[in-house]
């Protein structure tokens, strides 16, 4: 069964940056498609940014305007979202995700498997 844990939120100051991990478990050689989202309070889960595990070709929501990194480790099983200049619009859960398909993938119900998420709280 395919398991992910985020790790790596918290609470941190407008202009600061945070590394988010995901830990990845059982993963079969179908779930290529890896993705971040996010949900905000009182809003719907968006898309941040997604990679392909075999190849690693990105892509990116339009709001994180090179503000965000996504990247893995394929020797690790692991998943990661460098978010940098955070911003108190940032403040959200944020989910690792992972699916079937190829790219892109920009909706949530294009993803099979998520994490519990992680907390991130930008305060100004």
């Known amino acids: 069964q395919v398991q992910l844990v985020e790790s790596g939120g918290g609470l941190v100051q407008a202009g600061g940056s945070l590394r988010l991990s995901c830990a990845i478990s059982?993963?079969?050689?179908?779930?290529?498609?890896m993705g971040w989202f996010r949900q905000a309070p009182g809003k719907e889960r968006e898309f941040v940014a997604g990679?392909?595990?075999?190849?690693?070709?990105?892509y990116y929501a339009d709001f994180t305007k090179g503000r965000f990194t996504i990247s893995r480790d394929n020797a690790k099983n692991s998943l990661y979202l460098q978010v940098n200049s955070l911003k108190p619009d940032d403040t959200a859960v944020y989910y690792c995700a992972t699916g079937p398909g190829g790219l892109p993938r920009r909706q949530a119900d294009e993803y099979r498997y998520w994490g519990q998420g992680t907390q991130v709280t930008v305060s100004s």
């Open positions: 990679i392909a595990w075999i190849g690693g070709n990105t």
């Open positions: 059982g993963r079969t050689f179908s779930m290529n498609n």
